[in-house]
């Protein structure tokens, strides 16, 4: 398609992440020690040379907006390539927080209307895969489709915790249930949508109008569907993970350890490593006295303890006789002498032992 505006969903927090979203939304929670969740999405959009993005933030996003400064980690600088944080305002009349996800793309509209695009790629920044939008934009213009969504399968017994959809032969989405207690598909939306930006812009007014809970996934999309609106599946079969809850964030980080881990060299993600501060991160010390195995040590840290299938943020110190095993240690905490960290994850700037 010959111009396609991106819109990244990234202001909400997660309470099943209790305090790790306490002062930031998910999206800018770390990830394999040196990116944040939204790099994932940011990367793909850059990748699929997707040229103007505009990112819905809007809880505390202080440290979500240190992380994107002005997109030029993710090469949106230039006279033809912009990425806009776009957080609630009052203008002509007061305007809420966002309501949701529908409400939110509303409130931008004039962003959206501004570049004129034929399609606009809506994604979530909660989520961590990497997918080339390309083939999935390609078939959204040659099914002449009004919406695509992005689906994966999954096991019937989790098909409950998501959006689902049933295709026909031709990937026309039948039927689509959000987060049903016994869902008819097992095609789980990823919160990729791919909508034609006329359909979009009348469907956001609408829902202004008659909308209740002022979201994309509970009342836009099923009263599409219903209405039989041309709405559209493109499934992925690639690594994607959601990381909403404790367990889940652990586990999600915990994968890139094993041995299919994620190919992060194929994957090419893009970060902004040393926000709001010149120069580059040191690299990795180890003193002595370290061991490490089976873990991801990043750049600026100091280790000089054991360190056991675990992932250490850049700024992160082991002093010696510590012990850090199965653990996910955030930006610059420092485990103490003879402290021991087992199956924990530490936030940023967290002091173990004594100081």
Known sequence: MKKVV??????????????????????????????????FALSNLMHAGIEVVGVLSQYRPHSLNTH???????????????????????????SDWY???????YQNLGFIERYAPEAVLVASADHVYAMDYRP?????????????IALKRVPREQAHLYGTAVLD???????????????????????????????????????????????????????MVEERARVFGWVFDGYWQYARTLDTYYATNMDILRADAPDLIAWRVRTNLVPATPGDPAPALFGPTAKASDSLVCCDTVTDGMVERSILSPGVVVERGAVVRDSVIMHRCRIGARAVVDRAILDKDVCVGEE
């Open 68 to 94: 994107l400064v002005n997109g030029e980690p993710w090469d949106y600088v230039g006279r033809a390539r912009a990425l806009r944080v776009l957080s609630p305002f009052k203008g002509a009349e007061d």
């Open 6 to 39: 991106g819109m990244v969903l990234a202001g909400g927090r997660v309470d099943e992440l209790s305090v790790l979203t306490a002062k930031r939304p998910k999206s800018a929670l770390p990830m394999w020690g040196v990116y944040r969740i939204i790099d």
């Open 169 to 223: 032969e031709s990937n026309r989405v039948t039927v689509y249930e959000e987060k049903a207690r016994q869902p008819t598909g097992d095609l789980a939306s990823l919160t990729v949508y791919v909508f034609n930006t006329r359909c979009l812009v009348e469907r956001l007014k609408q829902n202004a109008l008659e909308g209740k809970a002022f979201q994309i996934y509970s009342e836009i999309i099923p009263r």
């Open 99 to 105: 309501k949701g996800t529908a409400d939110a793309l």
């Open 136 to 148: 999935m934009l390609k078939q959204h213009a040659a099914t002449g489709a009004d919406l695509t």
